[in-house]
């Protein structure tokens, strides 16, 4: 389903400051592209089920070791001037 750019942007910043997918791994696929782009400081790849994965791997690691979870979210920035109209993440 085709999103406004801006209202998505907006969902993927709260997805992860409020839900804290980094820390839970929960993510709501339907936000994003199969093939889209994730990239933090330390590394980037590309692919929803990639991700997915990933997270579902730290899950045991993050569950021993963080105890508080708290995020801060430096940077959710829409490439291009997001008039576009299109959908995807």
């Known amino acids: 389903t085709p999103r406004n750019p ?14 804290k997918y980094l ?33 579902a791997n730290l899950q045991p690691v993050l569950s021993r070791l963080v105890r508080d979870s708290d995020v801060e979210l430096y940077s959710c920035e829409l490439v291009g001037d997001g008039n576009d109209g299109g959908g995807g993440g």
């Open 6 to 19: 801006s209202a998505l942007a907006a969902d993927i910043a709260r997805e992860f400051t409020e839900a």
């Open 23 to 55: 820390w839970t791994g929960d993510i709501n696929p339907e936000m994003y592209d199969l093939y889209c782009a994730f990239t933090d400081p330390t590394l980037s790849f590309v692919g929803l089920e990639t991700f997915q994965r990933n997270l």
